[in-house]
């Protein structure tokens, strides 16, 4: 049972686009929910992450929106580069646990 | 700088071959993680370790076994290694009380 759904499962973005990942769970217990970026070759890195008392964090480029009635959270990255090519990766985890659940991931290709 | 190791970037074994793959962290985290990730299938828990000689079954146990003698080493252990296992293993490790994850460049394993 997939708890973490994520889509698209690829995305084309113009520079200077507007790129958004959308990320739906089930479990309502869920309480920590955190981006990861891959770029080819490396392992993935955290990102930005938010907790379910805010409903917006933003870090320079990157936004995380959260609607916690839908069950949903989404990332944007604002006026995408081409540096911001990558896969994304939505996670959730649960307070006492030290596991995460991963989305599929999204493919991201920003042209230039 | 935070350092997660694999021993291996690239790996190829033969079917039935027992097979370890190696990871070293040295920034003294109790928490150490094994995902395989596969296109389409994002990242999936195998197995984790939250202390020395502690290990508990990830999503995807079957087939995989783990090792933690020492606590900056997590060993992933392939039996028997079948076709179904050629995969990307990455590991990661984080410290207690922390949610953010720390991860190697991934091992790229083939089974032939």
């Known amino acids: 049972q997939q708890q973490v759904k994520q889509s698209p499962q690829s995305l084309i973005v113009q520079k200077g686009g507007i790129s958004i990942i959308n990320c739906a769970y089930e479990?309502?217990?869920?309480?920590?929910f955190p981006w990861y970026q891959q770029f080819p070759g490396k392992g993935p890195a955290l990102l930005i992450a938010?907790?379910?008392?805010?409903s917006e964090k933003k870090e320079g480029r990157f936004t995380i929106s959260f609607n916690k009635s839908a069950k949903q959270f989404s990332l944007h990255i604002m006026d995408s580069q081409p540096g911001d090519s990558a896969t994304y990766f939505c996670?959730?985890?649960?307070?006492?646990?030290?596991?995460?659940?991963f989305g599929k991931g999204t493919m991201l290709l920003v042209s230039p | 700088d935070v350092k997660v190791t694999q021993s291996s970037r690239y790996l190829v074994k033969r079917t039935g071959e027992k097979v370890f793959l190696e990871c070293v962290q040295d920034?003294?985290?109790?928490?150490m993680f094994w995902y395989r990730q596969d296109p389409g299938l994002g990242l999936r828990l195998i197995y984790f370790?939250?202390?020395?000689?502690?290990?508990e079954k990830g999503d995807i146990p079957e087939g995989y076994s783990v090792s933690r003698e020492k606590k900056e080493r997590f060993s992933l252990i392939l039996e028997s290694a079948s076709t179904n296992q050629t995969s990307m293993y990455l590991c990661?490790?984080?410290?207690?009380?922390?949610?953010?994850?720390?991860f190697g460049s991934g091992t790229q394993l083939s089974v032939l």
């Open positions: 990661a490790s984080k410290p207690t009380g922390s949610e953010k994850l720390f």
């Open positions: 920034m003294d985290h109790e928490n």
């Open positions: 479990n309502t217990a869920f309480d920590y």
């Open positions: 996670a959730a985890s649960m307070e006492g646990y030290s596991t995460l659940t």
């Open positions: 370790s939250y202390d020395v000689k502690m290990k």
């Open positions: 938010i907790r379910p008392d805010v």
